[in-house]
């Protein structure tokens, strides 16, 4: 904001942007010791990510006008470079350089492990500044230091851009010490819709939805905005540039990228079931205990009746979503993520005879599941109007084990004796307008 005493100077009324912000950088400039400025330019993405919220992450006239404006400011920061000492760009969301910064040459920092922590707090910053705090939260939940410190932890801690130490979300941290209660407060801010469809979707998900995360190369997580606002690159990149997904492990060519904390994976499980299910609220039913109690019939009964049952039938009739088994394992998967947590389910993994679909590890028992499809006939996939309707989750099979390595010694075909098969068809006999 200019100070009172730049009313003395009166620039010509400039016609346009690039006149508009070069009027104002040397007006600033005027009234620095050194002739120069700092300009600090924060949520850049702004005028484009509002923008791709209402148009669900395509391109529109709008979004590439806005794009021309923002080229425009920061030509004209370019042209007025000798009276500029240096440039901040903040935001979310990564935008091609040939999109926007044409004509800069802009330092990223966003990975460089000596700027890990500007964006958050560490655990020896919020015991030196918030150490009242931490007392009265430890009486409030009735929690013993280290305790605290765990569960603080757990919910909030996490991030990390290639830096030694992981960090604390500093939003969520504010939040917790003013409310104290251990609960969402950064997710609660929401996440754009179109993103949410994007990371769900199976086509760019793949067998399971990218935010569960997953191993990508060092090269493509520059994912970014194209010159003509669509989106572009990598889903596991976007979730990573908004902050869903973090770097747990690296390597010189690959990053192994997973949700930071319990806040963010409550939060993104919960919205993507309610995406599916087409609903704003939802329950849950028990399938904790069941599994605990090895009640998995009761769990699979509730399984078909809360999740499967309700999808309704638009929502995946079109490109042969039922044909696909990998469709089905992700409902599942994040149906159990809802009821049990990420941290108890495991999915897609490699062992030595094959591959498990699904793995549920909890304390009393580990149960491997497989998904199996029933997949139309040549006469059923002629009538494209009933294709949909003959595509359906056939059956599930579920072995249960005492022993944990156990996983590492079954394929997923799970054809021994102590399998378990549940008949799922006749979920589908029930009137089309009763799933709507």
Known sequence: ???????????????????????????????????????????????IVDLLVET???????????????????????????????????GVSKFARTALFSSLDPVDVSLDPRFNDIVGYTWAEIEAHFESHLAALGETLQLQPSALQGEI??????????????????????????????????????MPKWLLNLVNHPTYGGTLPAWKGGIIGTNLLDASMDSAGGVRGSELALL???????????????????????????????ESLKLLLRSDTLSRWGGKSQLLEGDVE??????????????????????????IEGFWQSQLFTALCFDIGIENVRAGVNVFRGEVDLAISLPQALYIIEVKVHRPTKSEKGDDTKRGENSKLNELRVMQSNKQRSMLLHSSKL?????????????????TQARQ
Request: hydrophobic share 40%.
């Open 298 to 323: 009761g769990y699979i009964h509730s399984f078909l009746q809360n999740v499967v049952a309700p999808i309704p039938f638009s929502a995946i009739k079109y490109k042969n979503l039922r044909e």
């Open 153 to 190: 932890e757990r919910w909030y801690n996490g991030y990390n851009w290639t830096g030694l130490e992981r960090i604390y979300n500093p939003f969520s941290i504010n939040r917790l010490f003013n409310v104290m209660k251990l609960q969402p407060y950064w997710s609660k801010l929401g």
């Open 415 to 431: 054809r021994s004796s102590n399998v378990r098969r549940y008949d799922c068809s006749a979920l589908h006999s029930m009137p």
């Open 56 to 90: 669900m992450g395509q391109p529109t006239d709008r979004i590439q006008s806005n794009i021309s404006v923002l080229q425009k400011f920061f030509s004209a920061l370019k042209g007025s470079d000798t009276f500029i000492h240096r440039v901040v760009v903040t």
């Open 1 to 47: 904001m200019m100070d009172a005493g730049l009313v003395d100077w009166q620039p010509p009324i400039p016609n346009n942007v690039t006149a508009a912000i070069g009027n104002l950088v040397r007006a600033l400039a005027a009234k620095s010791p050194d002739k120069r400025i700092v300009v600090l330019v924060d949520e850049y993405d702004a005028p």
């Open 240 to 270: 990573f540039q908004t902050g869903y997904l973090t770097i747990k492990a690296e390597t010189d060519t690959e990053f192994d990228l997973q949700p930071p904390n319990k806040e963010v994976s409550d939060f993104v499980v919960a």
